[in-house]
């Protein structure tokens, strides 16, 4: 089951803050989050695993609740450069399984 | 390292052509993945590789597709006979491992069937 990111899109200022949310409908093992700018591959920005852990990046962090089986983005100052279509991808439990994509939050920032 | 190479990067086919995109993925990772870029469907997994075996193809939409992996550092994807929906970005990606490793993205081909 793909997972549910909101919002669809979003538009800040320079210097405004974001959060891009991610949900399953099942228990999660990981999720994965990446940008992709138009007309490029995506890029990878982080992976959170089990246990509520939370990770940053300069000024982009992620927490990820397993009980809730949620994980938000978190863009503080927001940048130019951080425009693009941000996606969750998540993954299950089995060994095997594998990452499942969100359909995306398209984020434009303005000067 | 050069990354993930895809080829070609643009193809623009007849309907009922077959189609035959290549990837070479980052020397010494083991994990291998095709994805399709649509608007409509968005990123859709159709397979991925574990030390060049399939492992899940549950993503492949129909027969006409197919995937190999004959050794570890090259992949093809191809469509036989090709349809205009089967237009799309067609991305390979890579990791160390499947799961908890990232992946790393090749350029990605676009295809366009007419």
């Known amino acids: 089951q793909q997972p549910v990111q909101s919002p669809q899109a979003v538009i800040l200022r320079e210097g405004e803050d974001a959060v891009i949310n991610c949900s399953s409908s099942?228990?999660?093992?990981?999720v994965h989050w990446y940008r992709q700018k138009h007309g490029e591959a995506p890029v990878f920005l982080m992976i959170?695993?089990?246990?509520?852990e939370q990770k940053g990046h300069e000024k982009i962090s992620a927490s990820f609740n397993e009980k809730k089986q949620q994980s938000s983005l978190y863009l503080t100052a927001s940048q130019l450069s951080y425009s693009g279509t941000y996606f969750c991808?998540?993954?299950?439990?089995?060994?095997?399984?594998?990452?499942?994509f969100g359909s995306g939050t398209r984020l434009s920032i303005r000067p | 390292d050069a990354g993930v190479i895809q080829s070609p990067r643009h193809e623009v086919t007849e309907m009922g052509q077959e189609v035959t995109l290549r990837c070479k993925p980052i020397?010494?990772?083991?994990?291998l993945f095709w994805y399709r870029q649509t608007m409509m469907r968005g990123l859709e997994l159709l397979i991925y590789?574990?030390?060049?075996?399939?492992?899940?193809d549950s993503g492949m939409p129909e027969d006409r597709f197919s995937a190999k992996m004959p050794n570890a550092s090259f992949s093809t994807l191809k469509i036989q006979p090709s349809e205009p929906r089967d237009s799309a970005v067609y991305f390979c990606?890579?990791?160390?491992?499947?799961?908890?490793?990232?992946?790393?993205f090749g350029p990605g081909t676009r295809l366009t069937v007419t």
């Open positions: 990606a890579s990791s160390l491992m499947q799961g908890i490793h990232e992946q790393y």
């Open positions: 959170l695993l089990k246990g509520g």
């Open positions: 099942k228990a999660l093992y990981s």
């Open positions: 020397s010494g990772h083991n994990s």
């Open positions: 590789f574990n030390n060049n075996v399939p492992i899940d």
């Open positions: 991808g998540t993954e299950g439990h089995s060994s095997a399984s594998k990452i499942i």
